[in-house]
């Protein structure tokens, strides 16, 4: 009888701990620009040529979107050009040069991810973050500029392909401070994040409380949820404050191929030990075309610096 009483009490101090566990309580893989497939043969030969580092810059490429996602992968970054009077947008990373992509359209990426949601419904929330591409850069087309128009339709085509499973700005920031759902409740849906500042990101924060996607505003603006930190080395003891006050936080680990090439660590190993919740690369398993042996894991476990409520066996999916 003892031993019975004993076994469901530690059944039920585990069903506490996981309802319990809330959504920044943990810390996962993501990958950088996910959409992105191989530079055209041509065009990396014309830019080592003209740009060598650039060119060593660029030399990285992805798997599909749902394969990244079956090994493990919760956060995805995609960036998108606006195409005036077309109910979609293209989905690339430099006009003409770097643009071929595992989904095309805007559309196409998230049916996707709604797809894959759809046959793996226990799925720790998806972060998706958007970059609103309309930079000059010389000797190609100038890209449309994001107006209030541009930004409506991108909030537009998230709610026409994950309604009713997305995480809004304002079921997160009530009365003034941050509340992040529980895990168990939070399974299965998406959060999306505008990646900008500026102009483009002011124009979206005058949508008030009909905001889709959360911005990357710093406290204490009310609107401070997420922030995008990218370099763990210089802004270590930052993002480990911002985490310890509740914001979730996206670093990265590796940028421009430069740590896969040497198989330099330090930077992931600050951006895991900082506690920020997403820790987006380009080198996922095995996944390193240089065979260096620089690689990022695990994929989903507790924060190194909260998850009181967390323990790495009740985030199976």
């Known amino acids: 009888m003892k031993i019975a009483l004993l076994v469901i009490s530690l059944i ?11 959504i920044n309580e943990l810390q996962f893989i993501g990958s950088h620009n996910s959409y ?3 530079m055209l043969a041509e065009h990396m030969t014309v830019l080592k040529v003209r740009n060598p580092e650039i060119a060593a810059f660029l030399d990285y490429h992805h798997i599909a979107i749902s394969e990244q996602l079956d090994i493990g992968i919760r956060k995805l970054e995609l960036d998108v050009f606006y195409e005036p009077g077309v109910d979609d947008f293209t989905v690339g990373h430099i006009q003409v040069i770097d643009m071929q992509s595992n989904c095309v359209t805007l559309r196409e990426c998230l049916r996707q991810l709604n797809g ?3 046959r793996n419904p226990d799925h720790i929330p998806i972060w998706i ?4 591409k309309d930079n000059l850069l010389e000797g190609l087309p100038a890209p449309n500029r994001f107006d209030s128009i541009a930004l409506a339709s991108l909030d537009q085509i998230l709610l026409d392909e994950l309604n009713g499973k997305l995480i809004l700005p304002r079921m997160v920031l009530i009365d003034g401070g941050l509340v992040w759902p529980k895990l168990e409740a939070a399974r299965g849906t998406f959060l999306v994040v505008l990646d900008e500042g500026g102009i483009k990101r002011d124009l979206y924060l005058e949508n008030g409380d009909l905001r889709v996607m959360f911005t990357t505003v710093d406290p204490p603006h009310p609107a401070a949820a997420i922030q995008i930190i990218n370099d763990p080395v210089a802004d270590f003891d930052l993002i480990q404050s911002r985490v310890l006050s509740g914001f979730m936080v996206r670093t990265r680990a ?6 896969a090439r040497q198989d330099d660590t330090t930077r992931r190993d ?3 030990a900082s506690g920020a919740q997403v820790i987006s690369t380009d080198y996922y398993q095995d996944s390193n075309p240089f065979k260096t042996g620089y690689s990022v894991t695990p994929m989903i476990t507790c924060n190194p610096i909260l998850g009181s409520n967390c323990r790495a066996d009740l985030l199976i999916e």
């Open 116 to 118: 894959w949601s759809l």
């Open 270 to 272: 600050k951006a895991l």
């Open 12 to 22: 039920t101090a585990n069903l506490t701990m996981a309802g319990d566990m809330r």
């Open 36 to 38: 992105k497939k191989a």
């Open 254 to 259: 590796d940028a421009n191929t430069i740590e």
């Open 129 to 132: 973050s958007f970059n609103a």
